[in-house]
């Protein structure tokens, strides 16, 4: 089962080594993980998904636990969070099928962040499911590259003042 | 006051009440060698490897209860150490490691004698620093020993560049601190502490199975209190060797694979374990689908990764020892109804003890057991502290050896590092100069680190150095024997091995080989009241085996060996018709 962990870690330098090295040391698997400051300047996030059954992430929390430098460890519920991500995606969109490309993006509400001759750069923020639908429907153009930030979470608004 | 990096650093050793360092110089580490150079306070035993720096900072950790401290230069100097810190991670010793560094401005660079030393230890460390700021550096050391020494202890490095030892600092130590993040729980959860009470007080066949938790937070009196109160027999792990006396009534000794029958038989058989200071290592679960399968566990660790991380858990309680097993030992006064009767259970454990008993056959060439067995007969009564190689040395003496007294058995549990005894043996002298300190050794294990003896002999250490020597890699040669059909593959030490007593005397050192039974005790007495460094060279029976054995990933009842007056075959077959006779269920994980 897949799990968004929301780690709060000392920003210090080194801390992501730690994770990641504890993560493949240890077996664990990680599907994506994202980072970066938080309203504190001393307090990063990370959010770290994974793919484990309630032993293994018993584990994988406990480990993370005893790093010096991780400060909380939320396993947020998808019901009660909010989770996005952002993928750029570079497709082949040459004069004669860019108006098609375009209006794919529109009904995504997708942003065009670079035109050139013959491709056209689509950003789009939302859920997996609703990217992975603009990512299949892009395919048949030729996608020729894409990043994902990976996912970042927050947990909703009353349960996180709770 | 302004002073350099390297006298703040020694001025924060002695904050922390250092009066040893075990270490060995190099370019980057030369200002604070020459620091040191000024300090009375502080006493640096100079090793002969880096290696044996760290495991001499452990043994002097185990022996005395402080955090040990070494110091080493960089590159090889660090990567020589890395065998330390991961002995000291596995086993969990409070330990401080200070490492020399090139300057910050060249760090990267693959600059002389630079090696990534906190990245290379990042998994065998509890937490690790890199200088950058040399005004941090009194709260880094602060710091450091704090993380070494509580909650459940371990390796902390601290990799020093050679500017931050030389630029100037306003000294002064921080009293107070918090490390954000860090807060081992100490006390046990009240209700599950009741539960677990209840569980022992009610049970019919219980055993407590402790370990080097107990060591660290020096909880054996409160161990003693709980198992003689409820009349709990106890079994130790090979790290909790001493921590409940090897010849109390209710010990059974060690478990795992070559623990005593009667301990193994005892875990498999019982209806409640309390588990302290324990991990369920694979060599005292066997394996962990069939272990213990009637039993209720109880866990005690502060750890909470070492919960339910082998083997299932049903009564988990995070906590120091010390604190839980004194909450424990007051619940269990309390219970009112009846105990569960053990007197059955106390009965049936006699009777084990009655028919395998720890023995040995000695005839002919002397009996590597026989040594032990000697050792343990003239050490009576006095302070001992033993350290041992790995392999079978270690097992005859974890077996033969009897341990009454805490932080008197010094081996390397987790790691099994070969060419521990000796370093440690330095260590645990050092740190106990009254003691007789004897390192049981193997011929191939001291062989890692002979050059320590420049070491004993330059600090006129009195430590015995019994070498069980069979010219063989033995633990190998015994697997070979029985698992890879005698096929002695590179274990055959024979040729090669040098005359140990010339290599004592070599190092100005009194060396001795004894070859006849009647040797053995006379020449071990006058060792020890001799109080002077000595090797001695016991030439022992060469293809003798360890057992009881438990064969590798096989359930812990099904052991080889240790039935005395029966040979190896009547026993495979005793052992194959019990377990036909009773079928171990298995356990669920």
């Known amino acids: 089962m897949k799990h968004i962990l929301s780690v709060l870690v000392q920003n210090k330098p080194g801390v992501l080594a730690r994770v990641s090295g504890l993560f493949s040391r240890r077996g664990f698997n990680i599907d994506s993980l994202a980072v970066g400051p938080t309203e504190n300047p001393e307090v990063s996030r990370m959010t770290i998904v994974v793919d484990a059954d309630d032993v293994k992430l018993e584990q994988i929390t406990k480990q993370l636990y005893k790093l010096v430098n991780i400060l909380k460890i939320s396993d947020l519920d998808p019901r009660d969070s909010v989770e996005r991500e952002l993928v750029l995606i570079k497709v082949n969109a040459p004069p004669n099928i860019r108006g098609e490309v375009l209006e794919t993006a529109n009904i995504f509400r997708a942003n065009i962040v670079d035109v050139s001759k013959s491709t056209l750069t689509i950003e789009i923020t939302g859920t997996a499911t609703k990217i992975q639908a603009l990512e299949d429907l892009l395919r048949p153009y030729g996608i020729k590259e894409l990043v994902r930030t990976g996912k970042i979470a927050l947990a909703r608004g009353k349960l996180a003042e709770a | ?589």
């Open chain 2, 1 to 589: 006051m302004r002073i350099t990096g390297a006298e703040a650093l020694i001025k924060s050793l002695e904050m922390e009440g250092v009066d040893v360092l075990f270490g060995y110089p190099g370019g980057v580490v030369l200002p604070i060698y020459d620091a040191l150079f000024d300090c009375k306070t502080i006493r640096h035993v100079l090793v002969r490897h880096e290696q044996c720096a760290g495991h001499a900072a452990d043994a002097y950790a185990r022996a005395t209860g402080k955090v040990g401290v070494c110091l080493v230069t960089s590159g090889p100097g660090a990567t020589n150490l890395v065998t330390g810190l991961a002995n000291a991670w596995m086993d969990s010793t409070p330990m401080v490691a200070i490492t020399g560094q090139v300057a910050t401005n060249v760090l990267g660079t693959d600059a002389f004698q630079e090696a990534d030393i906190t990245g290379i230890t990042l998994p065998i460390t509890k937490h690790s620093y890199l200088v950058k700021d040399v005004s941090q550096l009194p709260t880094i050391i602060r710091e450091a020993f704090q993380l070494a020494k509580s909650g459940r202890p371990g390796p902390v490095l601290i990799d020093m560049p050679v500017d931050m030892s030389k630029a100037e600092i306003d000294f002064k130590y921080p009293e107070d601190l918090t490390i954000p993040g860090y807060k081992p729980t100490y006390k046990g959860h009240a209700k599950q502490i009741k539960e677990a009470a209840k569980l022992l007080a009610g049970a019919h066949k219980p055993i407590i199975y402790a370990g080097g938790g107990i060591t660290h937070s020096e909880a054996w009196d409160e161990l003693r209190k709980l198992a003689e109160t409820v009349q709990i027999p106890v079994t130790t792990t090979l790290m909790g060797k001493g921590v409940f006396p090897d010849d109390h009534d209710l010990s059974l000794r060690m478990l795992g694979m070559h623990g005593t029958r009667y301990a193994n038989y005892a875990i498999m058989d019982s209806d409640v374990i309390l588990a302290i200071g324990v991990r369920f290592d694979d060599r005292v679960t066997g394996k962990v689908s069939t272990f213990a399968p009637h039993a209720t566990i109880i866990h005690v660790d502060i750890d909470p990764a070492e919960i339910s991380k082998n083997v299932r858990v049903d009564v988990p309680i995070v906590g120091d020892a010390k604190t839980v097993l004194k909450d424990l030992v007051t619940a269990v006064q309390k219970i009112e109804q009846p105990h569960g009767d053990k007197t059955k259970w106390h009965e049936l454990i006699a009777r084990w003890k009655e028919a395998y008993p720890l023995h040995y056959h000695q005839n002919g060439v002397i009996r590597p057991e026989y040594v032990v067995d000697t050792i343990n007969k003239v050490t009576k009564g006095r302070e001992t502290i033993i350290t041992t190689g790995v392999g079978q040395n270690q097992m005859w003496a974890a077996q033969f050896y009897s341990a009454n007294t805490p932080r008197g058995f010094i081996t390397s549990g987790g790691l099994g590092t070969m060419g521990f005894g000796l370093p440690a043996a330095v260590g645990a002298q050092v740190g106990k100069p009254d003691s007789v300190v004897i390192d049981i050794d193997g011929d191939g294990s001291i062989q890692m680190v002979s050059q320590e003896l420049a070491t004993v002999a330059a600090n006129k250490l009195p430590i015995i150095i019994a070498i069980l020597n069979n010219r063989f890699l033995g633990m190998v040669r015994q697997w070979q024997e029985l698992f890879y059909d005698h096929r002695y593959s590179s274990v055959d030490l024979d040729v090669g091995t040098p005359d140990f007593v010339k290599l004592a005397e070599a190092y100005g050192i009194k060396g001795v080989r004894v070859e006849k039974i009647e040797d053995v005790e006379p020449t071990l007495k006058e060792a020890i009241e001799a109080r002077k460094p000595i090797l001695i060279d016991f030439m022992v029976a060469r293809e003798e085996n360890v057992y009881p054995m438990v064969a590798p990933g096989a359930s812990i009842d099904e052991m080889l060996g240790g039935i005395p007056g029966a040979s190896l075959s009547q026993m495979i077959d005793e052992e194959v018709e019990k377990r036909e006779t009773h079928p171990v269920s298995t356990r669920s994980k």
